[in-house]
């Protein structure tokens, strides 16, 4: 408590410190205020169908990350998802079709242009969901419009007021990455995620101690064991490992092992970090695109099971679906041939293996070795709320014992600390840790 104390009036001294906190907060502030503002035209007392409609199943997930405004039928009612995806898809694109694999290769210029694409695709696609989620609206809570207001001339402007929250969330987002403390559109996200954690907890809590098999005090201790147990991993998982030792490494592959525990190849167990998981989360976030333009009472079996993200199918999908991206996103992000020529200009070289392309099928091999391990721990991760609901947590609490949520609450953390650490470190003022170092999503420690 005293070094966090201490370290607390190290922030207070740092001018530009204190400034960027104080902004992100006032953003924040924005942000969480938008998300009470509900649609003209809207009645908020007439929304209890909508706020029972997202109280479990996917659509829990969705509201979670859009902090209650979906539920709440907010201006801000679609978050931050929209622009998600869209920067997915630009990614994939940047991969596949040789034009925006060039534009990437153009430094600063084609990082820009590469932005406005990316922008105009979540327009695109703004289009396209605010009308689904107004259908929805109508279909939950239809009388929740002013008498004399007709439906179709209402959607026009609310499609509008939509896509203009969500691009004013993105503009929060660039201000406090600017202005404030960094890392703005994962703040916005994990903002809302926390928004719902209080809610959910005292949920929790009340149900163990008032129902008859809720298991009371013993019951809920196991659950905080757990969970505490889940965050820890997701930390690992979050930091990754940054090298590997070579001795290690050749056993993975089955080649004779060599000495020298200082020798390292520059390779991490989880090199594509969360991504894997946000790239499913997205994908299986369709489905509830989809039956918002549908009769829910005549949705199939297949799309009703798709919608439950504890039910068996969706978290078989959604562990394939990580495991999947987990090996595409590392073969995108690391090329063994470019790391292999690196090597071979700085004088580097991995004993026993010849330099070229020896070395690069030897890397490659690794990363084929490593993994799958590691996919398969954040597979696991992710679909942990569906084991703790087996242990009949509430749907809103088990969200938080693993899945996109959690990670993204812990990769921003780590980050947001990295970023403090960094300001106090270069001022020569105590850091956070006893260490001296916080290590963030990207595994690279700051001193």
Not at 122 to 140: C, D, G, R, W
Not at 322 to 347: C, G, H, S, W
Request: proline share 4%; with cysteine.
């Amino acid at each position: 408590m005293k070094k966090l104390i201490e370290t607390l009036k190290n922030i207070w001294k740092i001018e530009d410190l204190r400034t960027r906190i104080g902004i992100t907060i006032l953003f924040v502030a924005i942000y969480r205020f938008g998300s009470f503002v509900v649609l003209p035209g809207i009645n908020p007392a007439m929304l209890d169908k909508l706020s029972s409609q997202t109280a479990s199943g996917l659509m829990s997930l969705l509201d979670m990350f859009s902090g209650g405004a979906f539920s709440n039928a907010s201006i801000f009612a679609l978050g931050i998802m929209p622009y998600i995806s869209a920067s997915i898809v630009m990614q994939l694109l940047a991969v596949a079709v040789p034009y925006f694999q060039k534009m990437q290769r153009e430094g600063e210029s084609g990082r820009k242009k590469i932005s406005m694409y990316t922008r105009y695709l979540t327009v695109a696609i703004l289009v396209f969901q605010a009308p689904s989620y107004l259908l929805n609206l109508k279909a939950q809570a239809g009388a929740a419009l002013a008498t004399g207001v007709d439906w179709f001339w209402f959607m026009f402007p609310a499609t509008v007021i939509l896509a203009a929250g969500s691009m004013f969330i993105l503009w929060l987002g660039e201000r406090i990455t600017d202005k404030g403390i960094g890392n703005g559109i994962s703040m916005i996200i994990m903002i809302g995620i926390i928004a719902r954690l209080p809610q959910a907890f005292f949920q929790e809590v009340s149900s163990r101690f008032t129902a008859i098999t809720g298991g009371g005090l013993v019951m809920f201790l196991v659950e905080i064991i757990i969970l505490y147990a889940v965050v820890c991993a997701s930390i690992v998982l979050v930091q990754g490992v940054r090298k590997i030792p070579v001795q290690y490494a050749k056993r993975i592959v089955g080649n004779k092992q060599v000495g020298g525990a200082r020798q390292y190849i520059p390779l991490k167990l989880f090199a594509a970090n969360v991504m894997p998981i946000i790239f499913a989360q997205a994908i299986m976030f369709i489905p509830l695109t989809l039956a918002q333009w549908t009769n829910p009472e005549n949705a199939s079996w297949l799309l009703r099971t798709m919608l439950d993200h504890h039910s068996w199918l969706y978290n078989l999908i959604f562990a394939a679906l990580i495991i999947v991206f987990t090996y595409f996103y590392t073969a995108i992000t690391l090329n063994p041939t470019q790391m292999a020529e690196d090597m071979k200009r700085n004088n580097g070289f991995i004993p026993g293996v010849k330099p070229g392309k020896d070395t690069a099928d030897y890397i490659d091999n690794v990363m084929s070795r490593i993994t799958l391990p590691g996919s398969l721990f954040i597979a696991f991760i992710a679909v942990m709320p569906a084991f703790a609901s087996l242990l009949n947590v509430q749907d809103a609490f088990s969200q938080f014992f693993g899945g996109t949520s959690l990670l993204i609450l812990v990769g921003v953390v780590l980050d947001t600390l990295q970023q403090i650490e960094s300001h106090l470190l270069m001022r020569h003022y105590d850091g956070l840790l006893d260490s001296g170092r916080i290590h963030g999503r990207g595994g690279v420690a700051a001193y």
